[in-house]
């Protein structure tokens, strides 16, 4: 079959690979209908989420046809259409039982303390192969898989195996309330969805930071108030758009690859000290990088995202933090954040908690996920183009769809 395979970092090839088979009684076999390019991906490509082993086929977001079940898979069958949650998890430990399946005691072959299992990651995450493929085997199927109403089509479903989810996650970690100040940093999918999620739940002033037009411009189709930070303070603006005050809550959905500001006048006010700092943090969290051409670049200023969002908080505020750092990140500027009394949230989202109610959102016609972004659909023999094109952030494409069946 063929998959998207992980080499080294800045080399992935789409090849072909053996078909996975069953290989305990609580797996599964799936046929992809559909995958998906996520910013965990590029991460991994740049080289800012280290550890990636080479043989790993990528990819955490997936929909598609069960195929065959083992003997202990109990609630989907063959011919079931499904979503796959990016995270693994057992159903049926201390954290899984207390919905925290992305800390699962039992998924993760590292052992306990190894960290959130999940298709496509590095080493530490399981190793567990992908889902850019035509083929994937699911571990823990029966905890994991969730089946799709016809309702809720393969467009819809592919937002739900990982983005909605997460930025759900994100706004909900944040207790976000009707009425609240919500700044958004990034605009990418992960951003878009949480924006979407504050409205859900009743929120006041939203407001979205970015440096891409393009999704600016979707993040205010939504309602948000935009922040260009490569024309504005983005703190300032924050500050301007809630009287003064700052936002009660904050999402990171940015996450290690943050850029600083690179065009007008706020980029050439850069002190030279702040740029050797983000310098020195990205050697810290990327030691190995390996660029081709413009791309597979990692972001310039890994707190950059972080310090602004700290910043841009009301006293008594909460950080809420989704966008992914590796554990070699060790930056936080803890002394602002403890003296304003934040509080701070932040994790890998426990997929499976939330996928059945936004399906049932969706379903319900509650939101159309698909209206809140639009989807690059590519087939997955074009994926290296397509994983290409969306490091290099072509306007327009927010996320990109990977399809094993078109040719
Ligand atoms: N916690 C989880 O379980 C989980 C799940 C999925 C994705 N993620 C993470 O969420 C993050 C976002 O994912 P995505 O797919 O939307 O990624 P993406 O790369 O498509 O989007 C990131 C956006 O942030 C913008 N950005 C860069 N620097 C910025 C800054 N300083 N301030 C504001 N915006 C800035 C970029 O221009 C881009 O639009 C990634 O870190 C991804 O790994 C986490
Ligand atoms: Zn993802
Ligand atoms: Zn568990």
Redesign the pocket.
């Known amino acids: 079959m063929k998959a998207v395979v992980f080499h080294a970092i800045g080399d992935i090839r789409l090849e072909g690979v053996p078909e996975p088979k069953l290989q305990k009684p609580t797996d599964a076999i799936v046929r992809l209908t559909a995958s998906a390019i ?3 991906d ?2 991994m490509i740049r080289g800012t989420l280290p550890g990636m082993r080479a043989g790993t086929i990528l990819g955490h977001e997936g929909v598609g046809i069960v195929e065959e079940t083992g003997a202990d898979v109990r609630n989907v069958h063959r011919g079931d259409r499904v979503v796959i949650p ?1 995270t693994i998890a057992c159903g049926s430990c201390f954290y899984c039982e207390h919905g925290e399946y ?1 800390q699962c005691d039992t998924a993760n072959p590292n052992g306990a303390m190894a960290g959130t299992a999940f298709f496509g990651g590095p080493a530490s995450s399981g190793p567990f192969q992908g889902l850019q493929a035509e083929f994937a085997r699911v571990p823990l199927a029966g905890a994991g898989l969730v089946k799709l109403p016809d309702e809720v089509n393969d467009d819809q479903a592919i937002l739900l195996s ?2 909605f989810p ?1 930025a759900y996650f994100g706004i909900d970690l944040a207790s976000v309330q009707p009425g609240d100040s919500v700044a958004v ?7 878009q969805f949480a924006i979407a999620s504050a409205k859900l739940k009743g929120a006041g002033t939203i407001i979205a ?4 037009p393009d ?1 600016l411009e979707t993040a205010e189709g939504q309602g948000a108030e935009i922040v260009n ?1 490569n024309k504005e303070n ?1 703190v300032d603006a924050i500050r301007r758009l809630t009287s003064g005050k700052g936002a009660r809550v904050a999402i990171d ?8 500001a690179k065009e007008g006048w706020l980029a050439s006010w850069i002190p030279t000290a702040e740029k050797s700092r983000h310098a020195k943090e990205l050697r810290e969290v990327a030691p190995h990088t390996n660029p081709q051409g413009k791309n597979w670049r990692p ?1 310039d ?1 890994p707190s ?2 972080i310090e ?1 969002a700290v910043e841009g908080l009301a006293k008594c505020g909460t950080l809420s933090v ?3 750092y590796p554990d070699s990140a060790r930056f936080f500027p803890i002394g602002m954040a403890m003296n304003k009394n934040l509080k701070v949230v932040m ?3 426990p997929h499976r908690k939330y996928i059945p109610t936004l399906v049932g959102l969706v379903q319900n016609g509650t939101i159309d996920p698909t209206q809140v972004l639009k989807e690059e659909v590519e087939p997955l023999v074009s994926a290296l183009e397509a994983y290409k094109a969306f490091d290099l ?1 072509k306007p327009g494409w927010i996320k990109v769809k990977l399809e094993p069946a078109l040719v």
Do not use: E, K, M, Y
């Not at 940093?185 to 951003?191: A, M």
């Not at 930071?209 to 891409?212: G, R, W």
């Not at 959905?253 to 600083?260: L, N």
């Open positions: 996520c910013g965990t590029l991460h990016s992305s990982d983005i997460t940093f990034g605009c990418g999918p992960v951003g930071i970015d440096c891409l999704r930070f983005p959905a940015v996450g290690v690859d943050a850029t600083q972001g200023a950059q995202a602004w989704i966008g992914v994790g890998n989202c952030r």
